[in-house]
C-alpha cells in the first residue's frame, strides 16, 4: 500500500484499511526505544502518540509529506521519546500537560525544519563525489586518523588529507547553499 492511498484512507477515517500497515512499522520504533533506556510499554505508549499526531497532521489541509510516511512516524516518535527522556531527567514525569494536544504547534514546526535541514545535508552529501564521501565518512564517522585515511586514501602526505577533506567540506556547504535556494524558490 502506498503512503499517498495510506494518508486518503486516514483522512476519511478508514483506520481498520491501513492498521496492519501502520503497526508494521512498530517493530523499527520499539528497537529506538529499548536502545534508548525504554521498555515496550514506552514503545507502545510513544507508538500510539505518534500515530495520534500523525493523523492530525494528515487531516491539516496544509500537511504536506516531505519524507516516507515510515521516515515521518519514525521521526515523530524519535522526537517524543526525547521529549519524554528530558522531562524524566529533569524531574518526576507527570504526564504530558504541556501538551494539551499531543505536540504544541511551534515545537512541532521547529522539529520538521529540522527534519527538512537533515534531508537537505544529506543531499549535499550525496553529491559529492566517492573519494569525498569516504574521506569524510572515514574522518567523522570512524574517527580516523588523517594520517591513516591519506594512506588507506592512497594520499601523498597527511597535508594533502587534511586539504583534500577541506576541499570536500567546502563543496558540501555549496552544494547545501544551492539545494537550500532551490527549495525556497
Known amino acids: 500500500m502506498k503512503d499517498s492511498h495510506i494518508i486518503d484512507l486516514l483522512k476519511s477515517n478508514r483506520y481498520a484499511k491501513v492498521s496492519e500497515k501502520l503497526y508494521g512499522y512498530f517493530p523499527v520504533i520499539k528497537k529506538l526505544i529499548l536502545k534508548n533506556s525504554g521498555n515496550r510499554e514506552d514503545a507502545e505508549d510513544i507508538y500510539q502518540e505518534a500515530l495520534i499526531i500523525l493523523i492530525k497532521k494528515i487531516k491539516d489541509p496544509s500537511f504536506e509529506l516531505r519524507s516516507s510516511l515510515n521516515t515521518y512516524l519514525y521521526s515523530i516518535c524519535r522526537f517524543l521519546w ?58 567523522y564517522f570512524k574517527k580516523m586518523t588523517m594520517a591513516n585515511i591519506a594512506q588507506k586514501l592512497n594520499f601523498n602526505s597527511e597535508n594533502v588529507a587534511k586539504n583534500q577533506k577541506y576541499r570536500c567540506i567546502e563543496k558540501a556547504k555549496e552544494n547545501l547553499q544551492i539545494l537550500k535556494s532551490s527549495s525556497h524558490e
Do not use: H, W
Not at 98 to 107: H, I, S
Open 82 to 139: 526525547s521529549e519524554r527522556l528530558k522531562k524524566k531527567n529533569k524531574k518526576p514525569e507527570t504526564g504530558f500537560e504541556k501538551y494539551r494536544d499531543g505536540f504544541q504547534v511551534n515545537e512541532l514546526e521547529t522539529f520538521q525544519k529540522n527534519e527538512s535541514d537533515i534531508r537537505l545535508a544529506e543531499k549535499a552529501f550525496q553529491q559529492l563525489g566517492e573519494k569525498c564521501k569516504q574521506l569524510l565518512m572515514l574522518f
